[in-house]
């Protein structure tokens, strides 16, 4: 750690792992739910526990991000940044805001929340993924501003390097697209329409250039490869992805009453948009392949390599398993979507924030670069746990949706939904074992923060290869 | 893979640093977006042949073929560019890419009157199949047109600013092969779509 | 192409690039948005309508059903539920009939105690859904 001020981001850290324990325990009990279907009904019925799972993963996602740019940023710049107060008290608005937003959820009834809000002055709730209420959307907005302000007057006025660049175009973009979440009109069509530039353009658009940067910071400093090298690959990568996934949202249009022409347009794009993610698994292989040290933070490289992975498999190959429309019509809205939608999400963004941390927090907590040998073995323990599990789930719910889409929608004699679910629930039991072992590798991952704390770091001579 | 052998390299590793593997990934990318297209445009007129026949007739070819002049002489014209600023004669390699705009811009002065002359008789992407691959297509390929332009401008601007010389001028390089590829694509759509039947 | 692909011109194709795809996107988004008042069944949208909507939306109903394939996957999909369930009195009496403390062992859909008002209302919002024309009549099957 080479500024003061970055030692912020270890709150937004602490923050993001909390909630991503509550995260899992809710899709835990999702899980349940999905085979035990009275499971805590009616006190938490399933859309309840839904959207904190959801809402959950995409707070502490973004406490992730934030934290990682307070970590970079100065970084970067060279030079402290511009308000480590400011960062600490957005830090405190934003999660007492999101923790009333899901105590909201979970102590009154989803319609009280919605009257007690005032949904009614402004109607934006209920719609998925953007289930919080109005006004926690309004300080979510406040958050983000505050937000960029501090990072932009650290960027501008310091060293302007690539990563921080692209990384600050991927939050601006994150932060105006958004703002469409306010936009719902009675017409159904158009209210999905413009829900897919906040929900595709987020996941498939401006979070992929925050992902990149991220990824390329923790290359350049665990491999020592030039910089010049690394950013040219980022913008390479980049470009490939708003290539390919600006009119790849096409793929949303298939089917909710947009024109037809969609299919072909959404097809072709969304085919391609894949090829950035396996551009980022070349770059990262190629680049620790090719690296001047062997960095002390084994787990740190070990999570980089796997966001390159996993990320390729779970956006780019799953997604493409079901993008092309002709097999679309048969998979929209099955257990394919939610199987892609698991693996991705961990790939690309989960593990990318786990990460930062990975590298970060080390030297947050004082040490030199590395932790001790002991807490790294764990940590990469959990590595293995979480991501064979999430690979264990997806494989899971993919062999429940391919059932699911032959017996409701192929089958010559086509079943009804609740039917078709009771003949797929062996896949439902394996992927909530699947899910508890994931569980196991997180209470690693956290007990990895507390193991080994006084034993001595890893030195730079004693790290293996990566890739020996 | 050659470029990832960094022992091959380390003579220019400063100067050029690999990342070719990267750029030939996106050329790919652009032409196979362009392919897909053009297998999906074949292989959806198999089933529709009568339909596609019927209203490929009301297309204009005459534009079109002048349309197809207009690009060649522009690549034409960039090629003496290119050739122009190997012999360090930037003055003219700058007038040839002007040159090349020129044509370029009547490409789309020529599409553009083709467009109003659809539009004005109500043809959308929704009209049917036929329109909705032959507005795709030519409209992509039109986009690619401007953005070929605004390459070749930027470039004429900055050869006339003394910025290439015959040692160094990869910009006006890469710039020419963008440009051709655009023609190249040209050269497939103007027969896949205007004439063959 | 020559072997110097530098940095510059990375940069250059990332900003070309993008914004020359954000315009395609735009200029495909007005055609969608000039061909929607024959497909989208504006028509039918009324206050009644536009109130069976805030209803959907304040019961979180996608937080489990699908609706024109978007939304959780732990129920039915609703875009076609007016077809399915056999017309507005259906679907009012099945919303209507749940038991409040679920069944054993199985899913079912909370009891709303909503009024006849509202449940009109979410009835013809379900109705106005299932009039949207969507591309090759999504869902493929009365099943969803």
């Known amino acids: ?468 | ?197 | 192409m020559s072997q110097a692909f530098t940095k510059a011109m990375a940069r250059n194709i990332f900003y070309g690039g993008s914004l020359f795809f954000l315009l395609l996107f735009l200029a495909l988004t007005f055609d969608t948005q000039s061909m929607l008042p024959d497909r989208d069944n504006r028509q039918a949208i009324t206050e009644k309508v536009a109130m069976g909507k805030r209803l959907w939306e304040k019961n979180d109903c996608i937080g489990c059903h699908t609706l024109l394939g978007e939304g959780a996957y732990f129920a039915p999909e609703l875009g076609n539920a007016y077809k399915r369930l056999g017309g507005k009195a259906g679907i009012i009496g099945f919303i209507k009939s749940r038991p409040k403390e679920g069944i054993p062992g199985r899913r079912s859909m909370p009891q709303f105690n909503f009024t006849d008002e509202e449940l009109d209302a979410i009835a013809e919002f379900l109705k106005y859904a299932s009039e949207i024309k969507t591309a090759r009549n999504w869902p493929p099957n009365i099943q969803g």
Not at chain 1, 239 to 249: D, E, F, H, P, R
Not at chain 2, 64 to 82: C, E, G, K, W
């Open chain 1, 1 to 468: 750690m080479q500024y003061q001020s970055q030692s912020v981001a270890k709150l937004y850290f602490v923050a993001a792992i909390g909630l991503f324990v509550g995260q899992i325990l809710f899709g835990l009990i999702l899980g349940l739910q999905y085979v035990i279907g009275d499971f805590l009904f009616p006190a938490i019925p399933f859309n309840v526990a839904r959207m904190v799972h959801t809402n959950l993963l995409i707070v502490w996602l973004l406490f992730g991000f934030m934290g990682a740019a307070y970590y970079l940023v100065p970084e970067e710049a060279e030079r402290e940044l511009f308000s480590p107060g400011l960062a600490k008290l957005l830090f405190w608005v934003f999660l007492i805001a999101g923790a009333l937003t899901v105590l909201g959820y979970l102590l009154v009834p989803y319609s009280s929340l919605a009257d007690l809000t005032g949904n009614d002055l402004l109607p934006t709730m209920g719609r998925e993924f953007l289930e919080q209420p109005t006004i926690t959307k309004l300080g979510i907005v406040v958050v983000a501003l505050g937000f960029l302000f501090n990072i932009g007057m650290t960027i501008l006025s310091g060293r302007k390097t690539v990563v921080n660049l692209v990384l600050l175009i991927g939050l601006v973009g994150l932060a105006v697209l958004f703002l469409f979440s306010f936009y719902n009109p009675d017409n159904l069509v158009n209210d999905k329409y413009y829900w897919w530039w906040v929900v595709h353009l987020w996941v498939e658009g401006v979070w992929e250039l925050i992902l990149g940067s991220i990824l390329a910071f923790v290359l350049i400093k665990t491999t020592g490869v030039d910089r010049e090298v690394i950013e040219k690959w980022l913008y390479v990568i980049i470009a490939m992805t708003l290539i390919t996934g600006i009119v790849g949202t096409g793929h949303h249009y298939y089917w909710i009453g947009t024109p037809e022409y969609w299919q072909w347009w959404g097809s072709v794009f969304s085919a391609m948009e894949p090829i950035p993610f396996f551009m980022m698994t070349v770059f990262a292989f190629n680049m620790v392949n090719r690296r001047r040290r062997n960095h002390p933070n084994q787990a740190a490289v070990l999570w980089a390599l796997g966001t390159a992975v996993m990320a390729f498999l779970g956006a780019g190959v799953w997604g493409f398993l079901h993008t092309l429309a002709p097999v679309n019509y048969y998979t929209h809205g099955s257990q394919i979507t939610a199987a892609h939608g698991h693996m991705a999400f961990y790939g690309a963004y989960v593990m990318v924030v786990l990460t930062i941390i990975s590298y970060a927090m080390p030297m947050m907590r004082g040490r030199q670069a590395a932790n001790s040998n002991r807490s790294q073995v764990l940590e990469m323990w959990s590595f293995w746990l979480m991501t064979v599990s999430i690979v264990f789930i997806t494989l899971f719910l993919t062999g429940a949706g391919i059932l699911q889409v032959y017996l409701q929608r192929f089958s010559e004699n086509p079943m009804p939904f609740m039917m078709v679910q009771e003949k797929i629930s062996l896949f439902y039991w394996l992927r909530e074992i699947a899910g508890l072992v994931f569980l196991v590798g997180l209470v690693l991952y956290v007990a990895s923060f507390f193991v080994g704390s006084k034993d001595p770091e890893v030195a730079v001579e004693q790290a293996a290869s990566p890739t020996a």
């Open chain 2, 1 to 197: 893979m050659r470029q990832l052998n960094p022992l091959e390299r380390q003579g220019e590793a400063l100067r050029y640093p690999p990342g070719d593997l990267a750029v030939w990934i996106f050329i790919l990318a652009e032409l196979s977006v362009f392919a897909i297209f053009f297998a999906a445009y074949a292989f959806t007129r198999m089933q529709h042949v009568a339909l596609f026949d019927q209203y490929q007739a009301t297309l204009d070819r005459t534009s079109a073929l002048y349309n197809t002049l207009a690009l060649i002489t522009a690549s034409y014209f960039v090629v003496r560019a290119v050739a122009a600023i190997r012999e360090n004669r930037a003055a003219q390699s700058r007038n040839w890419l002007w040159a090349g705009v020129g044509m370029g811009l009547l490409f789309l002065v020529i599409k553009g009157a083709e467009y109003a002359h659809h539009f004005a008789e109500g043809v959308r992407l929704s009209t049917n199949t036929f329109y909705m691959f032959y507005l795709s297509l030519t409209f992509f390929h039109f986009m690619h047109v401007i953005l070929g332009i605004i390459v070749l401008a930027v470039l004429a601007v900055r050869t006339g600013q003394g910025h290439y010389d015959a040692a160094s001028h990869t910009d006006i390089e890469s710039g020419a092969s963008y440009w051709h590829m655009v023609d190249l694509v040209w050269l497939i759509l103007f027969p896949l779509v205007y004439v063959m039947h």
